[in-house]
């Protein structure tokens, strides 16, 4: 083993400034649903933000990302305004959907995120079609498909890692792993050693870290990304973690044990790299100041969001198809 | 007597099916802690075990397939597929294998199963959460296909379908769950194919289904306002529907509309219009309607949600447009 060199104090406070951003902003989402501001569903990633943090600090802007239901975290991180986002959660003008996705649907292509998906884990299918498609126009990107420990027991999983691996496609794949899918512990109907073994046995170079560890996630993701752009082929990144809150917003969470949740809690992401800031020397005002930062800008984002009008009614039939759209019918 | 909600309804119908057959059991994601997406199967892994309250992993394929399996071979499955979008993760197994393995096999197996789906929209659960797929599987043979529009129905409609030997989509509207209704717990199965005159009228024959009832019985309100006398048939069973019913209102009133929640083209309301047509041309004092949704798929923000319903209003100005101009004058005694 060569010893890695520890990343920069600048580059870890980045990190820190996303992982409260991503935190804030869900927190404001769980808000807004419980409001009536938003509708529908809103999956919060509040407790996994270290992941997508440390996974798209390892990402080009031009690269590609795709993820699942639970995808504010990633988008964010992939460089989405939260301005927009946050539009597109009340269904407003201006958002990044125009308002006609909303939270399971977020997806802004000026920023590489081809969007969250309201089926799983149809975002992994069109993540390796992304990868084909960057392969065949010679493109230098690489893909990231985010999903999570449910996806493990769906077919187009299967499909998508032999895919991945034959045609030895630019795509990592992530699974966030947070014990459960809705109301299922997902160990109680997975066989075998799970999540890793999975892609193992598709000859798919893995690794497995505490989700819940940014440096941890930063430092797997660099090697896998590195081997990836070496034209390496696929690789798959097993990350644990929790989810705070229940499966949707409005999910109380009471088939989880109060005792697992709380001692999840305590291995809190932002925390714990806020404690290793400050063992760097970092002033413990300054990520209060931080948290302070974001705060306002994320009440800005929402804020915005509340003034911005309702798309105009024509757009439910606009952008259906080009020929035989609604007007035709 | 008494008031249950859909969910309750559906719940109760279930759990005495699996009193009284042990071959019946059910599957899916979610059945056990919660009892389902909104409470339908709440308490009956409790009651029955963990066997015959199968929680699955997110495997839709496998838990169609399997069901089909356990069907041809001596059980009755009931599958739970949660939203009926996913059905389309589950389609495959439904019509290539569920809907023709008797036909296929020369008639040696059945294939005893219901596949429940909740269809529909429902508050801003937007494009892939919101779907009425009704009219694929009507056109898919070997498949019955039953869409109940309240409590009662549900708890009669879905015996019928755990005792039925086809295997019968049981499309379950979002938008009803909690909605209420009189429900005789004790009641049997309700025929299959058999519609419910819900409102006699005169002037017009409204033809709906699943949740769209209540927006048609609203309708039929508002048009007796201005002395128009609609009547309301709830079609319960898409396939195979009652021709019976509806032909012998249509003969009465000579006005069809048909409304539902799901695109107008090439949505189940053409079938019905078309027949109709056929039959009875003669009969008919107007153009047969359909008050269908826009075919766009289901918008996230409300307001355009809202232009992808079918309304009470809509219901009634379709009804008023299809009429002579003065109800009170060709119209009388006809
Ligand atoms: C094909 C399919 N089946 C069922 C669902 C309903 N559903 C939405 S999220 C979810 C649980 C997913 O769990 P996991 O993949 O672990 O993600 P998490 O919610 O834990 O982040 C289920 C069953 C779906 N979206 N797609
Ligand atoms: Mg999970």
Redesign the pocket.
């Known amino acids: 083993m060569t010893d890695k060199a520890l990343p920069t104090t600048a580059r870890v406070l980045e990190m820190h400034r996303m992982m409260c951003t991503i935190r804030e902003f869900d927190e404001q989402a769980g808000q807004a649903l419980d409001s009536g501001l938003a509708r529908g569903s809103v999956h919060q990633y509040v407790g996994e933000e270290a992941i997508a943090t440390g996974v798209c600090a390892n990402l080009a802007a031009t690269d590609y990302i795709a993820s699942y239901h639970r995808g504010h975290g990633h988008s964010i991180a992939k460089g989405v305004d939260p301005v927009g986002m946050a539009k597109e959660l009340l269904g407003r003008t201006g958002g990044v959907c125009g308002g006609k996705g909303g939270s399971m649907h977020i997806a802004d292509f000026s920023r590489g995120m081809l969007g969250a998906n309201g089926v799983v884990p149809d975002g992994v299918s069109l993540a390796v079609g992304a990868a084909q498609a960057v392969k065949l126009l010679r493109q230098d990107r690489i893909v990231a498909a985010f999903f999570?420990?449910?996806a493990l027991n769906r077919g187009p999983l299967f499909e998508a890692l032999n895919w991945a691996r034959v045609y030895q496609l630019p795509l990592l794949f992530i699974c966030?792993?947070?014990?459960?899918?809705a109301t299922q512990r997902?160990g109680a109907v997975t066989a075998g050693p799970g999540g890793v073994a999975r892609a193992q046995s598709f000859d798919i170079v893995t690794e497995t870290v505490d989700g819940n560890d940014v440096l941890a996630v930063d430092a797997a993701a660099a090697r896998l990304t590195a081997r990836i752009r070496d034209g390496g082929g696929p690789a798959y990144l097993y990350a644990t973690t929790y989810?705070w809150y229940g499966h949707l917003a409005f999910d109380k969470g009471l088939y989880r044990d109060p005792a697992e949740v709380k001692s999840w809690r305590e291995r809190d992401c932002i925390a714990r790299i806020e404690a290793w800031l400050i063992g760097r020397g970092v002033d413990k005002a300054a990520l209060a100041a931080t948290r302070e930062a974001v705060k306002r800008a994320i009440d800005a984002a929402y804020e915005a969001a509340r003034a911005a009008p309702f798309p105009d009614k024509h757009h439910a039939f606009t952008d259906v198809q080009d020929i035989g759209g609604p007007a035709w019918a | 007597m008494g008031v249950m909600t859909y969910a309750e309804a559906a719940r109760l119908s279930l759990e005495q099916e699996m009193d009284r057959d042990p071959r019946v059991w059910a599957l899916g994601e979610d059945l056990g802690p919660e009892g389902g997406v909104a409470g339908q199967y709440r308490g009956l892994q409790q009651k029955f075990g963990p066997e015959r309250i199968l929680d699955t992993p997110i495997s839709e394929s496998m838990i169609m397939g399997s069901a089909v399996g356990a069907a041809i071979c001596g059980t009755r499955p009931v599958v739970e597929l949660r939203y009926a979008d996913f059905g389309f993760c589950a389609a495959d197994e439904i019509v290539n294998q569920a809907a023709k393995i008797r036909y296929m096999l020369g008639g040696q197996v059945r294939a005893p199963l219901v596949i429940r789906q909740s269809v529909g929209m429902r508050n801003g659960m937007a494009a892939q959460h919101s779907q009425n797929n009704e009219a694929l599987w009507v056109h898919v043979p070997g498949l019955v296909v039953i869409a109940p529009g309240t409590p009662a129905d549900t708890h009669g409609l879905l015996k019928a379908a755990i005792r039925c030997d086809d295997p019968v989509v049981f499309l379950e509207h979002k938008e009803l769950w909690a909605t209420s209704g009189e429900v005789d717990p004790q009641a049997g199965p309700l025929p299959i194919g058999v519609a419910r005159l819900v409102r006699p009228g005169a002037d017009a024959t409204l033809v709906t289904w699943s949740s769209t009832l209540g927006r048609a019985l609203e309708a039929a309100d508002a048009l007796a306002q201005s002395g128009i006398s609609l009547e309301v048939v709830d079609l319960r069973t898409l396939w195979p529907w009652d021709r019976d019913t509806v032909f012998a209102s249509v003969r009465k009133t000579g006005r069809l509309v048909v409304a539902h929640e799901s695109v107008r083209v090439g949505g189940f309301g053409a079938e019905l219009v078309a027949e109709v047509a056929q039959t009875m041309f003669p009969a008919l004092k107007a153009a047969p309607v359909r008050v269908a949704s826009p075919r766009a798929p289901v918008p996230y923000a409300k307001p355009l949600e809202d232009m992808c319903r079918v309304s009470a209003d809509m219901i009634a100005a379709a009804v008023r447009e299809m009429l002579p101009a003065d109800p009170s004058g060709p119209l009388a005694g006809t």
């Open positions: 999570g420990d449910g966030e792993d947070n014990l459960y899918s997902t989810r």
